[in-house]
T-cell receptor, first 114, second 114 residues
Framework: QQQVKQSPQSLIVQKGGISIINCAYE??????FPWYQQFPGKGPALLIA?????SEKKEGRFTISFNKSAKQFSLHIMDSQPGDSATYFC?????????????FGTGTRLQVTL | DSGVTQTPKHLITATGQRVTLRCSPR?????VYWYQQSLDQGLQFLIQ???????AKGNILERFSAQQFPDLHSELNLSSLELGDSALYFC?????????????FGPGTRLLVL
């Protein structure tokens, strides 16, 4: 059962363009939504995260938009650069003290062309 | 460099065999997580330990087991290996294991079962 659905599977964006990746979740108990970036041959690394009490969070060129009623959240990469070419994973988890279980989306392979 | 180390980097073995993957968390992190990344299943949470105790369990097969030692390093044991177990296995760590904490991923161990 895929609890976090991610789209698109792959994305090609020109340098300077906006990259948009979408995720939808099913479990309303989720209360933490991070995005991870993974370069080939490396482990995922946290990019940005949001809690459901805010609708948007921005860090530099990266913005998460969150729609609690629709159970959807998205990552926007402004002014996309070739160095942003990587696989992006959305994830979700619920806060249960010292127990944590990240549920990942299937990933989006982003390629930023010159 | 996330500060999380994993050994070995690559492992090639045969079906039916048993292997042990090792993880050293970042200095000061009490919680360790194991993930499996495969092409068809994506990034799947396996298990979490916090200060030596199991805290959360995901889609971990009965043939797989893990433990966290007093020095906080962790081992993932995979037994009766099948072709389908071929994947990248990541270890991650965080300070206290809470859902809102950043999980720092290691570089992974690539397992190939022939």
């Amino acid at each position: 059962q895929q609890q976090v659905k991610q789209s698109p599977q792959s994305l090609i964006v020109q340098k300077g363009g906006i990259s948009i990746i979408n995720c939808a979740y099913e479990n309303t108990a989720f209360d933490y939504f991070p995005w991870y970036q993974q370069f080939p041959g490396k482990g995922p690394a946290l990019l940005i995260a949001i809690r459901p009490d805010v609708s948007e969070k921005k860090e530099g060129r990266f913005t998460i938009s969150f729609n609690k009623s629709a159970k959807q959240f998205s990552l926007h990469i402004m002014d996309s650069q070739p160095g942003d070419s990587a696989t992006y994973f959305c994830a979700a988890s619920k806060n249960t003290g010292t127990a944590s279980k990240l549920t990942f989306g299937t990933g989006t392979r982003l390629q930023v062309t010159l | 460099d996330s500060g999380v180390t994993q050994t070995p980097k690559h492992l090639i073995t045969a079906t039916g065999q048993r292997v042990t993957l090792r993880c050293s968390p970042r200095s000061g992190d009490l919680s360790v997580y194991w993930y499996q990344q495969s092409l068809d299943q994506g990034l799947q949470f396996l298990i979490q330990y916090y200060n030596g105790e199991e805290r959360a369990k995901g889609n971990i097969l009965e043939r797989f087991s893990a433990q966290q030692f007093p020095d906080l390093h962790s081992e993932l044991n995979l037994s009766s290996l099948e072709l389908g177990d071929s994947a990248l296995y990541f270890c991650a760590s965080s300070v206290n294991g809470r859902a809102v904490e950043t999980q720092y991923f290691g570089p992974g161990t690539r397992l190939l079962v022939l």
